[in-house]
T-cell receptor
Framework: DTGVSQDPRHKITKRGQNVTFRCDPISEHNRLYWYRQTLGQGPEFLTYFQNEAQLEKSRLLSDRFSAERPKGSFSTLEIQRTEQGDSAMYLC???????????FGPGTRLLVL | AQKITQTQPGMFVQEKEAVTLDCTYDTSDPSYGLFWYKQPSSGEMIFLIYQGSYDQQNATEGRYSLNFQKARKSANLVISASQLGDSAMYFCAMREGNTGGFKTIFGAGTRLFVKA
């Protein structure tokens, strides 16, 4: 079991550009979560998938953000027209339906210049 | 609205001593889960311990125990026999609802420094 993986680990982009992050959950986990963490704060919930269905979205997820999990395995998080305020660590986590614990990936650190 | 409060921005503890990290929560849902995660400087969130709202006994995982005071809505983390490697950020988190992966809210965290 390789754990949750995220790609890329770091991303630097210019304001206005689009970026896409990928998350590969633990293979038998059907639940997948995206969080955003800014410096000195705890993670903030963004969205949650059960299999391929996106069941919950935070109000933090503006219309510039979109997440998909097309086959119920890996997930992508896209940010369109990035802003400097989008600079943060984007964390992905996964869990099994029968268990409470969410296991986190190493995160993707985004810097918008 | 659900809320998690961690009132200690930073804590110091001597190596080999025990330390308690405070967490209070607010929810109107009778079914919820409480978690503690550790985040070292590398950035990865590491699960430590879980307590369900209907669990009768306090959760324990090795050197970690959760002091669950339901009436006071507190879920303090106790680390026994602190080690230098325990130096990290610690986050308390709560998930409302039945087992089903609902929204999870994190506190602002407590930074723990373990002194040699």
């Amino acid at each position: 079991d390789t754990g949750v993986s995220q790609d890329p680990r770091h991303k630097i982009t210019k304001r206005g550009q689009n970026v896409t992050f990928r998350c590969d959950p633990i293979s038998e986990h059907n639940r997948l979560y995206w969080y955003r963490q800014t410096l000195g704060q705890g993670p903030e919930f963004l969205t949650y998938f059960q299999n391929e269905a996106q069941l919950e979205k935070s109000r933090l997820l503006s219309d510039r953000f979109s997440a998909e999990r097309p086959k119920g395995s890996f997930s992508t998080l896209e940010i369109q027209r990035t802003e400097q305020g989008d600079s943060a660590m984007y964390l992905c986590a996964s869990s099994q339906q029968s268990q409470e614990t969410q296991y986190f990936g190493p995160g993707t650190r985004l810097l918008v210049l | 609205a659900q809320k998690i409060t961690q009132t200690q921005p930073g804590m110091f503890v001597q190596e080999k001593e025990a330390v308690t990290l405070d967490c209070t929560y607010d929810t109107s849902d009778p079914s919820y889960g409480l978690f503690w995660y550790k985040q070292p400087s590398s950035g990865e969130m590491i699960f430590l311990i879980y307590q369900g709202s209907y669990d009768q006994q306090n959760a324990t995982e090795g050197r970690y125990s959760l002091n669950f005071q339901k009436a006071r809505k507190s879920a303090n983390l106790v680390i026994s026999a602190s080690q230098l490697g325990d130096s990290a950020m610690y986050f308390c988190a709560m998930r409302e609802g039945n087992t089903g992966g609902f929204k999870t809210i994190f506190g602002a965290g407590t930074r723990l420094f373990v002194k040699a």
